[in-house]
């Protein structure tokens, strides 16, 4: 017994849990608080690319110093203390919103609500692409301006606060009559995200290409704006001519019809249409004609 005694004392004392001060758990629930938080305004806002680039970063970095690539090592070194001055500059602005919020939040009740809106993450239906196809080609059919945002995985929250708050399920219904001339939410952009439309009246950011063709107006260059910023899909219905564009990644593809919509819609949603493969290359040859 007693080289047990001795071999549990040696050995397996590490096992033994620690003792924990009422001091220990308060700091365990202030950290817990602040880094889930810290993760969930990173993630809603365009700090996210951000950190994924310092991720990748990182990656270098170690196979920097288990292959002792020295030159990679000096220049790392060397750039740390500028790059979070730079991104402290850069961020200015979602720095201080964070505390902002910080400062608006209701703490115990954020505390004890674990209840999180799964529509945020939820893809939208068929149902939902349906109707942004009817809506989209009612609109151009009636030669009126519309600018329509879906949202991906980068979240779109910044330019959703530039406009009016509407949290509604779409149906082309609304999304005609938001675009209405004379109404008082046709100014500005639409954001869709998941089945419900967050946002109309916002203000998208303009793109500075310089090699854009001159003929396109300032809805057409916001759409492409948006695009550079994000992983979204614009749609542009053009109220001079009534031909519907897409934005996305940087560029634009013009006078679409609703099969390519679709298809280009499907992408975003993360389904494949079997039945719509052919259409689709069909499609993609005729429609694809990217600004100059």
Same mark, same amino acid.
């Given at each position: 017994m007693e080289?047990?005694?001795n071999f549990i004392n040696d050995y397996?004392?590490?096992?033994?849990?620690?003792?924990i001060n009422p001091s220990d758990i308060i700091e365990i629930i202030i950290l817990a608080y602040l880094i889930y938080h810290l993760v969930k305004w990173v993630k809603n806002t365009r700090a996210w690319a951000l950190v994924?680039?310092?991720?990748?970063?990182?990656?270098?970095?170690?196979?920097?110093?288990?292959?002792?690539?020295?030159?990679?090592?000096?220049?790392i070194s060397n750039t740390i203390n500028v790059g979070i001055i730079a991104i402290i500059i850069l961020f200015q602005p979602e720095f201080r919103k964070a505390l902002e919020q910080l400062g608006q939040k209701n703490i115990v009740k954020n505390l004890i609500s674990f209840d999180d809106s799964r529509e945020r993450n939820e893809r939208f239906s068929n149902h939902?692409?349906?109707?942004?196809? +009817?809506?989209?080609?009612e609109l151009a059919k009636r030669k009126t301006g519309a600018l329509i945002v879906i949202e991906s995985e980068t979240p779109l929250n910044e330019y959703e606060g530039t406009g009016i708050y509407i949290d509604s399920l779409v149906s082309s219904e609304l999304l005609i009559n938001i675009f209405e001339h004379n109404t008082p939410l046709h100014d500005g952009a639409v954001i869709i995200r998941g089945n419900r439309i967050a946002a109309a009246t916002c203000y998208l950011p303009l793109s500075d290409n310089m090699q854009l063709s001159?003929?396109?107006?300032? +809805?057409?260059?916001?759409?492409i704006?948006?695009?550079?910023?994000?992983?979204?899909?614009?749609?542009?219905?053009s109220e001079e001519t009534g031909k519907v564009s897409?934005?996305?990644?940087?560029?634009?593809? +013009?006078?679409v019809d609703g099969d390519y919509l679709r298809i280009k819609l499907a992408e975003i949603?993360?389904?494949?249409?079997?039945?719509?493969?052919?259409?689709?290359?069909?499609?993609?040859?005729?429609n694809e004609k990217e600004a100059d």
């Open positions: 080289a047990i005694s397996l004392v590490w096992i033994s849990l620690p003792k994924k680039g310092l991720i990748v970063i990182m990656i270098f970095w170690v196979l920097a110093v288990i292959m002792d690539l020295n030159v990679i090592l000096w220049i939902t692409l349906s109707e942004i196809i +009817r809506a989209t080609f001159k003929d396109l107006g300032t +809805r057409h260059r916001a759409g704006g948006m695009s550079e910023v994000s992983d979204s899909l614009t749609i542009i219905v897409i934005a996305q990644k940087g560029k634009l593809i +013009r006078n949603q993360k389904k494949m249409i079997e039945s719509r493969k052919i259409k689709f290359w069909r499609a993609k040859i005729r």
